[in-house]
């Protein structure tokens, strides 16, 4: 199997879908004749033309409510943010129309699109450009919220994504564009609401998602030298949320470490906790851990920025501590 990075792995599924149906189209910032400001749209206009690749201008409001009409009027459009963090401008749009117009029209029109583009932290960027935004939108009834971690897992969802009739929101962990996998060339389909395991454990539950897997994966490695054994889940979709395959890693180990690189009040990783407290109470030995990032805006100071996000040392830090070994 061939080795791809997550921005061709990208690349390959809306190429395959935008060959295999008409009505997808992509808009955003820079989409077409740049190629795309991280690249994942290289070559797509030259292959399927301006009518169906169409730069847009700085005006995501603009281009985000664009693409929500087009999708009322029968298409399927792609709208790609230069960064979520961008997207913040047009969340009106998301919120207020996207999210809801299947239930405001009782059913009468739905809102088949993708709104994807880098998210998280990233290097240098400081307070403005380097935030984890996905707790803004997995709050919100009607989207889909998916953050893959792999360019594996990349592919096979954005290609479930697009052929979704709902708004999907997909996250793209900005440093995460040039990391490889292996990508089949094949065809295939990953859905949503299914968690994948990493690696199988009994000591302690280890919960993430998008980048953060990677250091996750690390202080498993580290804390199997201290005989420690985690089981390790990669929840790929957080809504819908897989959480039978939560509960049930946490009703076997029964000590849990949620980890979420965004800010740790009202965050997907808080209300994952909220919910294991509730349905695998009788089961914990621990109190839940979550390790987030510092509740401060992003500093521009590299050493900061690190410090400021989750490591390996605070995961094995926190798991230690749902065994009473710190």
């Known amino acids: 199997m061939a080795e791809k990075s997550m921005r061709e792995a990208l690349r390959m599924a809306m190429d395959e879908e935008m060959a295999r149906d008409k009505n997808i189209i992509l808009l955003g910032e820079e989409v077409a004749q740049y190629n795309g400001a991280y690249k994942v749209s290289q070559g797509l206009l030259d292959k399927y033309g301006p009518e169906r690749v169409i730069d847009t201008p700085i005006s995501e409001e603009g281009f985000t409510g664009v693409g929500v009409g087009a999708a009322m009027a029968g298409l399927r459009p792609i709208v790609e943010w230069m960064t979520f963090n961008f997207a913040l401008m047009a969340i009106d749009q998301i919120y207020s129309n996207a999210s809801k117009m299947r239930y405001m029209s009782g059913g009468q029109f739905g809102v088949p699109a993708v709104f994807r583009g880098p998210n998280g932290p990233a290097e240098y960027l400081a307070a403005q450009h380097s935030q984890a935004l996905q707790s803004i939108y997995a709050h919100v009834p009607g989207l889909k919220v998916v953050s893959p971690s792999t360019p594996y897992d990349a ?3 954005l290609k479930s994504a697009i052929r979704d009739d709902n708004p999907v929101i997909f996250m793209e962990a900005e440093l995460m564009y040039g990391w490889k996998g292996e990508v089949p060339d094949k065809e295939y389909l990953i859905p949503f609401g299914e968690a994948a395991v990493k690696q199988k454990g009994n000591d302690v539950t280890l919960l993430g998602f998008s980048k953060p897997m990677s250091v996750i994966l690390e202080a498993a490695g580290e804390l199997t ?72 805006p992003m500093p521009y100071n590299h050493t900061l920025e690190l410090a400021a996000q989750p490591s390996a040392e605070k995961i094995i830090r926190a798991a230690r501590r749902t065994l009473y070994r710190e």
């Open 155 to 157: 592919k096979g969802m």
């Open 225 to 296: 030298k201290e005989g420690i054994n985690a089981e390790v889940i990669d929840l790929r979709s957080l809504r819908p949320l897989d959480e039978h395959s939560i509960y049930a890693s946490v009703r076997k180990t029964n000590r849990c470490v949620i980890i979420d690189e965004a800010w740790p009040f009202a965050s997907v990783g808080s209300h994952i906790g909220w919910l294991i407290s509730k349905n695998c109470f009788d089961f914990l030995d621990a109190p839940v851990e979550l390790v987030s990032s510092e509740d401060v």
